[in-house]
T-cell receptor, first 112, second 115 residues
Framework: QKEVEQNSGPLSVPEGAIASLNCTYS??????FFWYRQYSGKSPELIMS????GDKEDGRFTAQLNKASQYVSLLIRDSQPSDSATYLC????????????FGAGTILRVKS | KAGVTQTPRYLIKTRGQQVTLSCSPI?????VSWYQQTPGQGLQFLFE???????NKGNFPGRFSGRQFSNSRSEMNVSTLELGDSALYLC??????????????FGSGTQLSVL
C-alpha cells in the first residue's frame, strides 16, 4: 500500500465549477498535510497547509482534513482554466524532520 | 525576497559519470531538502540538511550524497550515474528543521538526463 494515495485523473471540470481532489494516507501518526500545485515543466508550489481536523479556507481553495478517516481533500471553487495543473498531496509522517511524502498527483483540467 | 535557486537548470551526462547539483535556499532559511521526481515514481525524498548536518535520509543508494555549507547552501552529488537517475532534482528550503508544521518551498529544479 502506498503511503499517500491520489486518483491520477485526469479530473475534468467546466469553468466555474467546483473541483474536488482527494487524498488518503496510511500513517495514522501523520502530523501535517499540504497541497502543492505543479504546472507542467515547473516546480511544485505550496497552495494550502492544514494541521487539524476540519476545514481551512483560503480564497477559492478549501482544504479538509479528517484524521480518523485518514483523508484530506482540496476543493477549488469557481475553477478557472489557469487552475489546470497537477495537484500533489503531501504528508509529514510522524518521524522527526521536514520529510514530505507525496502522492502521485491528480491532473486537473478545467475546460472553458 | 529571492526564492530557492538551483543550478544548473539542465544537465546531460553519460553513464558512469558523476554530477554535482547546487541549491541556495531562501535567505534566512536553514533547512534544505532534496527530492527526486520521475514520471514513474513521483516525488521521492532524498535527504535533508540543517546546520551542515544530514538530519534525515530517504531510501536511495549511497551513490547519492549531499552536504550543506555554513551559509546554508547545499550541494547534492550523484556518482556512477545510471540511466535510471534521469530525473528532475528538486531542492526545497524551510526556515527551521524538525517542526512538522514547516512549509517547504521548492526551487525550479535541475533536469538531469543520463545517456
Amino acid at each position: 500500500q502506498k503511503e499517500v494515495e491520489q486518483n491520477s485523473g485526469p479530473l475534468s471540470v467546466p469553468e466555474g465549477a467546483i473541483a474536488s481532489l482527494n487524498c488518503t494516507y496510511s500513517d495514522r501518526g501523520s502530523q501535517s498535510f499540504f497541497w502543492y500545485r505543479q504546472y507542467s515543466g515547473k516546480s511544485p508550489e505550496l497552495i494550502m497547509s492544514i494541521y487539524s481536523n476540519g476545514d481551512k479556507e483560503d480564497g477559492r481553495f478549501t482544504a479538509q482534513l479528517n484524521k480518523a478517516s485518514q483523508y484530506v481533500s482540496l476543493l477549488i471553487r469557481d475553477s478557472q482554466p489557469s487552475d489546470s495543473a497537477t495537484y500533489l498531496c503531501a504528508v509529514t509522517p510522524r518521524e522527526y524532520g521536514n520529510k514530505l511524502v507525496f502522492g502521485a498527483g491528480t491532473i486537473l483540467r478545467v475546460k472553458s | 525576497k529571492a526564492g530557492v535557486t538551483q543550478t544548473p537548470r539542465y544537465l546531460i551526462k553519460t553513464r558512469g559519470q558523476q554530477v554535482t547539483l547546487s541549491c541556495s535556499p531562501i535567505s534566512g532559511h536553514r533547512s534544505v531538502s532534496w527530492y527526486q521526481q520521475t514520471p514513474g515514481q513521483g516525488l521521492q525524498f532524498l535527504f535533508e540538511y540543517f546546520s551542515e548536518t544530514q538530519r534525515n535520509k530517504g531510501n536511495f543508494p549511497g551513490r547519492f550524497s549531499g552536504r550543506q555549507f555554513s551559509n546554508s547552501r547545499s550541494e547534492m552529488n550523484v556518482s556512477t550515474l545510471e540511466l535510471g537517475d534521469s530525473a528532475l532534482y528538486l531542492c526545497a528550503s524551510s526556515l527551521v528543521q524538525g517542526s512538522t508544521n514547516e512549509k517547504l518551498f521548492f526551487g525550479s529544479g535541475t533536469q538531469l538526463s543520463v545517456l
